[in-house]
């Protein structure tokens, strides 16, 4: 899902912008799932052309009753010819086939009596589209093969057109994200590696936690975003990092009654998870800004704490984010969370990945 290169620059006049504002060049660009990014994918179903079309709507009717493709509810039964020299002009989709298939008859395919398949030609095989697509291009794709339906999600819609922020949200985002840049900046004064990352409540739009890499050879584990995970941990009165020695990196000490009432209202949500001591998972419902995207490890931390959204200025070469894996957009894990790639793109190109 890669956009082309200056994508961004074009799009950003295309912002509904307050007029003295001046649009930033940079476009926050969704990173899809595997299965919204992919090929559409294909399995085999027989179709018959219709010989006699006054036979159609009742074949139609047994046809489907028959075979009633429930999970391929977004194909069409019936499609015109491809191929003008043939005398029909319709084909019928019928059933789909078996993992070992071959030629099929009518009277294998269709039960007599209930179908009377008088009106069809000899089936054939057809590839068609397994699963409804998701975007518009797989649309494009999947109804190349067969004719498809198409239930648009706008959400993604609107985020591929880089529409799905306000110019409101737009400034909180690049707002959040300088702050990143800065805290990078002080590690690369610092001969730290240059990645910096910041933790933000949306619902407040408050900054939670700031934080830099801070890996060393005793401490190897301290990239950003671990830091950050840690820093908003310690806010609560958790944590296990010892910090000090990184004046730059510092998070916001949650009043104690504001701990309390953050752990026990969100206790009474049955929506939100808890961890085995009842309280909710460090990030919970909220926001990662992070100048490169992370590994494979701060990826899968960010996982563990639930974090809502993350938005990075640039991909990392190893990144789990878009690049190498999309930790955060797989079915066989149990949180799932929305990816943004490009806030600030230009700027955080120039600091380190997170490797
Ligand atoms: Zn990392």
Partial sequence: MDPAPGAAEQRGDQEAGSPEREPAPWQALPVL????????ELVLAYAAPVLDKRQTSRLLKEVSAVHPLPAQSHL???????????PH???????????????????????????????????????????????????????????TSFHEDRQVTRALAGRLFSAQERAAMQGHMERAIRAAQQAAARGLRAVGAVVVDPASDRVLATGHDCRSPAT??????????DLVAQ??????????PHPACSFAPAASAQAVRVGSVRKLDEDVDTDE???????????????????????????????QRVFYGAPSPDGALGTRLRLHARPDLNHRFQVFRGVLEAACRRLDPDT
Wanted: positive net charge.
């Fill in 76 to 86: 069409k039964r019936v499609r015109p010819s491809r191929d003008a020299s043939r």
């Fill in 235 to 244: 806010g609560q009165g958790r944590g296990t990092y010892d910090l000090r």
């Fill in 89 to 147: 002009t319709l084909e019928m989709l019928l059933c789909l086939a078996e993992p070992a298939v071959g030629a099929r008859s009518l009277a294998e395919l269709l039960p007599w009596p209930a179908v009377d398949a008088r009106g069809l030609g000899q089936p054939f095989l057809v590839p068609v589209p397994a699963r409804p697509p998701l975007t518009r291009g797989q649309f494009e794709e999947a109804r190349a093969h067969w004719p």
């Fill in 220 to 229: 190897p584990l301290l990239h950003a975003t671990m830091v950050c995970i």
């Fill in 33 to 40: 799932s595997e299965q919204q990014c992919g090929a559409v």
């Fill in 277 to 307: 001591d009842g309280l909710p998972y460090v990030c919970t419902g909220y926001d990662l800004y992070v100048t490169r995207e992370p590994c494979a490890m701060c990826a899968m931390a960010l996982v563990h704490s639930r974090v």
